[in-house]
């Protein structure tokens, strides 16, 4: 099976710190993606990578950076958290470029105080 | 432009009677669409996947979908709705719009189970 591991179920973080967010697959994916996840707003793609060192924006990449300096590993970075960044953050891989299934992590809950 | 419309934002069932979740979605290509589940503090779990093979498609846990293209739908349903399936369902879409793949997701249908 598909493992999609992230660093943290629960986070708290205060307003201005800087906060990364670890994502870690074990199947040899090629694709990596992360969204955020708030109420009546379904999942918001923030960026995603087809390649290692790869990245493009997603829908809603303002105030978000992403390293993907090996395969198996997709990190998200807060540069400056802010409070309308408080959120679930939502990792998911998968084997090809588009219509293939994605498998989601368990998500991280981010709250900035 | 692809979108994905799940029409209701709560269903309520009771044990053992059917479900139906609906789905239109828009499209200019042929699309692949999913079903997927999140049970509470979990990350989504695929249900079932159309990618342009039998419209009709069965998932896990009794679940099946069925594809309509002339009604740009893709419902939901299951016969007998058990206490476990309460949980937070979502519609994807992907196809290739713009040049490049992208996985377009519903806003969500919460399915509440009544004992």
């Known amino acids: 099976d598909v493992k999609v591991t992230q660093s943290s179920r629960y986070l708290v973080k205060r307003t201005g710190e800087k906060v990364f967010l670890e994502c870690v697959q074990d199947?040899?994916?090629?694709?990596m993606f992360w969204y955020r996840q708030d109420p009546g707003l379904g999942l918001r793609l923030i960026y995603f990578?087809?390649?290692?060192?790869?990245?493009e924006k997603g829908d809603i990449p303002e105030g978000y950076s992403v390293s993907r300096e090996k395969k198996e590993r997709f990190s998200l970075i807060l540069e400056s958290a802010s409070t309308n960044q408080t959120s679930m953050y939502l990792c998911?891989?998968?084997?090809?470029?588009?219509?293939?299934?994605?498998?989601f992590g368990p998500g991280t809950r981010l709250t900035v105080t | 432009a692809q979108s994905v419309t799940q029409l209701d934002s709560h269903v309520s069932v009771s044990e053992g009677t059917p479900v139906l979740l609906r789905c239109n979605y828009s499209?200019?290509?042929?699309?692949?669409l999913f079903w997927y589940v999140q049970h509470p503090n979990k990350g989504l779990q695929l249900l079932l996947k159309?990618?342009?093979?039998?419209?009709l498609v069965k998932g896990i846990n009794g679940f099946e979908a069925e594809f309509k293209k002339s009604e740009t739908s893709f419902h939901l349903t299951k016969p007998s709705a058990h206490m476990s399936d309460a949980a937070e369902y979502f519609c994807?879409?992907?196809?290739?719009?713009?040049?490049?793949?992208?996985?377009?997701f519903g806003t969500g249908t919460r399915l509440k189970v009544l004992a």
């Open positions: 998911a891989s998968s084997l090809r470029r588009g219509r293939a299934v994605q498998y």
């Open positions: 199947m040899d994916h090629e694709n």
């Open positions: 990578s087809y390649d290692v060192k790869m990245k």
């Open positions: 499209s200019s290509y042929s699309p692949s």
């Open positions: 159309y990618t342009s093979a039998a419209t």
């Open positions: 994807v879409v992907s196809d290739q719009g713009s040049g490049t793949y992208k996985y377009i």
